[in-house]
């Protein structure tokens, strides 16, 4: 049997307006962790997309004075110029509304109620329109938010009144169930702090019924129930099930069995709910077993600066105005974006988002340490080996260059162990204690002052060939995060090999006399005015 596929996620984002850093910062996650697999030679499928239904979707679009089909053309257009930009490399992209999409979705709805899975009756309680949530007010109570005006426990914006005939999926007959299977999977949701507010969840009583299906009188901008005429499907319970529809789970069983389960769903806190109750419900009374269960991942939130990033607060920030502008003038704006994302907080918690922060990170990490690394890297080689990369002593290496050795190739080993707890800062943070490591080296071996001994001629080569090497290896390393920049250090240093896990890279992995590139441009031009 072929080994299976890994599966990454992402939520499929509302197209009620344009993407901001929050839904960059799903993206660029998911896509560093598949980038990572890849490298490492194995098979991963990444898909993300957008949520094209639901009232929020419609109200946008009446806002914009548009049809909802017209107007979410229109909109997702900018989410996939945008992974364009920041180097997403999804193996496919799902839109609610598409055909193959729809005809999943019905098929999974008759087949649920074909199976007596589903039940008719009369909801009442509250929708939060922003969040697209039902609120029961037995939860409203339990979270001391049913006054006059109840709000939302998500998001704290207004709640409205709800009274609906409809279909409905049993949640509280399948507490027990979903009690017992998050007790004996601790990894079911990380971090352990999303674990355990899940545990929290569940000491409540679920509330009854989660409605599936929303009458067309309040909102008819969705997918039609087949079996109920005057119905669309609920926006969440169209959009969740995209992760078994694209996989095949209707209509293609040996495609799925190779991708199913995800082996993380990429999510932020807000939607924890969403993927962490209603989601493996959902897919336990399709009838999957508990093996069958997908993996989550619910990352933080960025504040901007110490406010929450909205629209009645007017900061939400658009990644084009960083990487386009804030960043204009940075040859690899996108990956410095990214790097910035995924360093600047543990994956997980929150982190507080400014342009200063950005820069910091800019000058300090990029530009002082890496870029001057393989800046100085291959100007000397440049400059006292005619361009081309040195031999190693015969003997190897010297004492003092072990620990750098050293260090640099446990560098897999730093990233598989970080990535697979999907800590992304750690994995970087251990890279770039390498890369000052190395500059520490270059410093302490002043190859300049070896440059002017000629009888010290071998013990030069050695300095550079090592320093050449842990380039390498760092490129390598950083490929996930940073793809563009590690592949103009691979061009820079006229090749890169891949990255190899086990045994460790290969040391040394250049080839001696293999000439570098002529030009080599500065990667990381410093930010002027930003204090260090
Ligand atoms: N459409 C639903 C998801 C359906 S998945 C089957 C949705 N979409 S969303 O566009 O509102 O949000 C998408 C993602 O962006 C969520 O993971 C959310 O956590 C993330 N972010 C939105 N604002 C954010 C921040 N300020 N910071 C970090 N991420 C945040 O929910």
Redesign the pocket.
Known sequence: MPAKTIFLT?????VNASP????S??EVAADTLARYHRLAGREVFLLTGT?EHGQKIAQAAADAGKPPQAFVDEVVTRFQALWKTLHISHDDFVRTTEPRHVRAVQQILVRLKDDRKLVEAEYQGWYCTP??TFWTEAELSAAGLLGAAPSCPTCQRPLEPAREEGWYLRLRANQDWLNAFIAKTPDFVRPETRYNELRRLLEQPLPEYLCITRPKSRVSWGIQVPFAPDHVVY??FD??L??ITVPGYVDDSARFARLWPADVH??????LR??ALYWPIMLHELGLPDRDMPKIF??????IGEQ??SKSLGNIVDPHAIVGGLLNGQPYAADVYRYFLLREIPFGQ?GSFSEEAILKRLNNDLANDLGNLVNRTLSMIGRYCAGRIPAMAPVGCAVEDEPLRAAAVRLPDTLAAALADVQFSAALAGIMEVVSLANQYIEAQAPWQLAKQPEMRPRLETVLRVCAEVVRIVALALTPCMPTVAAAIGQQLGGLDRLTLTPAPSWPGLETGQPIATEHPVLFPRAEGIPA
């Open positions: 992402t939520p499929l984002y509302y901001h850093i929050g839904h910062y799903t949520d969040d697209e926006v969440w959009a969740l995209n992760y990429f999510i932020g806190k807000d939607i969403h993927h619910a990352h933080g939130w960025w504040r929450k990033m929150d």
